[in-house]
């Protein structure tokens, strides 16, 4: 599913960006197999990496892979938590960006496979300014994804969909993205206090809600590989479940102001309208 549009956009430069708390067994790979893939379609590429506190050398592999894919590294002194980094690093993706451009974020621990990008690549040339490898459509699958977490997967989609559903998405946790870097920069400069507060995984349904009155969403099938992770899960049930509840208050309380509120400078994104329900 695509939003509707008109001709096929152009894509420019790819950021990558990638939050990595002690990821250091995986990071490596996940850069080599990121710059193989866009290298093979072509396209301009530059992947951040958000080391947010590591203790175990995440850093020093990601200099070491500075000779082959030329990956940038923003260092976090202390733990900011998932959200604090995404936020990092979209800023920085965002800073440098310009029409054209687009973001991809994904998970520093090898469970989002980088072959999915090229799709989602096309999903924005076909008109979306958003588009979300999701879960929850069909030919996905979740592979050694342990019963509560697909049980929170399942409450936080249900919650998300009664309380502040958005046209075009099932998917409200997946952090496998990718954004229109000039919707994404109207939407950081125009939300007050910022696109991103929150600290723990609910940042992925706080950006949906930021980017609701912008953008155009869609999402394509992908297959979640938590078999190959190799550190245990940092997610922590109670909190996140709170998070996505706070998250969703907040939003059919307040709405668009001045929380969601619309920016002036930018107005409405070119996608904006289009989506369609899942």
Do not use: Q
């Not at 621990?109 to 924005?124: G, K, N």
């Not at 609701?212 to 997610?235: H, M, N, Q, T």
Request: charged share 25%.
């Amino acid at each position: 599913m695509t939003c509707s549009g008109g001709r096929r956009r152009p894509v420019g430069r790819v950021f990558v960006v990638l939050p990595a708390f002690n990821e250091a067994s995986s990071i490596g790979e996940l850069i080599g197999s990121i710059a193989e893939v866009l290298d093979e379609v072509g396209v301009v590429h530059h992947i951040i990496v958000v080391d947010d506190g590591s203790t175990d050398g995440t850093a020093d592999v990601v200099r070491s892979a500075s000779d082959r894919t030329w990956p940038e590294i923003l260092v976090n002194e202390r733990n900011l938590g998932l959200g604090g980094a995404m936020s990092r690093g979209l800023r920085r993706a965002v800073d440098l960006g310009r029409a054209g451009d687009v973001i991809v974020t994904l998970d520093a621990d090898l469970t989002h496979d980088p072959v999915y990008i090229p799709r989602l690549l096309d999903a924005y040339s076909a008109g979306s300014d958003v588009v979300i490898a999701s879960r929850f459509r069909r030919g996905s699958e979740v592979v050694g994804v342990p019963a509560h977490r697909r049980v929170l997967s399942l409450g936080v989609r249900a919650a998300a969909f009664l309380l502040a559903p958005v046209d075009g998405v099932r998917d409200y946790s997946c952090g496998y993205r990718l954004y229109d870097v000039r919707v994404l920069a109207a939407a950081m400069d125009g939300v007050r206090p910022g696109l991103i507060t929150e600290r723990g995984f609910g940042y992925t349904f706080e950006v949906l809600l930021g980017l609701k009155e912008w953008a155009c969403f869609s999402e394509i099938p992908f297959v979640l590989r938590y078999d190959v992770k190799r550190k245990g899960s940092a997610i922590r049930i109670i909190p996140t479940v709170k998070s996505y509840a706070e998250i969703a208050w907040r939003h059919r309380r307040y709405g668009r102001s001045p929380r969601f509120g619309r920016n002036r400078r930018y107005g409405r994104s070119p996608g904006y309208g289009r989506s369609r329900r899942p």
